[in-house]
């Protein structure tokens, strides 16, 4: 069983910074994709930032630019930097592990940009 959680969420001022960080246990970190979703009171849960096993990246386009999805296998960690926040990016963050056919979520990470 996977087990995903993130840290880094907070309140920040707009055009301020953030970094994510999501720690997977169990072993198959390093062949599975990573993702960052969040979901904003009233709206549905969306990609934000994707990273896979041989590290490909790929963005939402609201957020091109700004933040930058990694990951660190050895650590079995993947990160989202977030720079140029702006209120609009204001939500729950999660962290998703896909591998084959199978989705592990954590708990959520709350950032709120003020502006």
């Known amino acids: 069983q996977v087990q995903l959680v993130e840290s880094g969420g907070g309140l920040v001022q707009a055009g301020g910074s953030l970094r994510l960080s999501c720690a997977a246990s169990g072993s198959v970190f390093s062949i599975a994709d990573m993702g960052w979703y969040r979901q904003a009171p009233g709206n549905q849960r969306e990609l934000v930032a994707a990273?896979?096993?041989?590290?490909?990246?790929n963005y939402a386009d609201s957020v091109k630019g700004r933040f930058t999805i990694s990951r660190d296998n050895a650590k079995n960690t993947v990160y989202l930097q977030m720079n140029s926040l702006e209120p609009e990016d204001t939500a729950v963050y999660y962290c998703?592990?896909?591998?084959?056919?199978?989705?592990?979520w954590g708990q959520g990470t709350q950032v709120t940009v003020s502006s």
């Open positions: 998703n592990l896909h591998l084959w056919r199978y989705d592990y």
């Open positions: 990273i896979s096993s041989d590290g490909i990246t």
